[in-house]
């Protein structure tokens, strides 16, 4: 059974940085998504099992997904941020059956374990 839970979130000036954490185990593959609110949810930064990432263009440069496979911890490295990276805050999980057959990284239905989200707010 795998279970995903968010921390880190939080609020920061335009500019700042933040720190998301996620603790799951048993997944193959994983990913942050964001929701604002009025907007669908989006795709952050994904993480394969082989190491391999995926960034959205917003948040290349500034963002960095990384995992502690030992702590079974996904992260997620926010710098430089702005307004409007302002939304909840998920992680995702998937198992390797899923992950193979959704080979779309930012496909929502691809995760099958999602956390209850984690709140960022960037003031300007």
Not at 2 to 17: A, K, T
Not at 36 to 48: C, D, L, N, S
Not at 58 to 78: E, W
């Amino acid at each position: 059974q795998v279970q995903v839970v968010e921390s880190g979130g939080g609020s920061v000036q335009s500019g700042g940085s933040l720190r998301l954490s996620c603790a799951a185990s048993g997944y193959h593959c994983m990913g942050w998504f964001r929701q604002a609110p009025g907007k669908e949810r989006e795709g952050v930064a994904t993480i394969e099992n082989d190491g391999a990432t995926t960034y959205a263009d917003s948040v290349k440069g500034r963002f960095t997904i990384s995992q502690d496979i030992a702590k079974n911890t996904l992260y997620l490295q926010m710098n430089s941020l702005k307004p409007e990276d302002t939304a909840m805050y998920y992680c995702a999980a998937a198992s390797m059956a899923r992950c193979t057959l959704f080979v779309q990284a930012f496909g929502v239905h691809r995760y099958n374990y999602w956390g209850q989200g984690t709140q960022v707010t960037v003031s300007s």
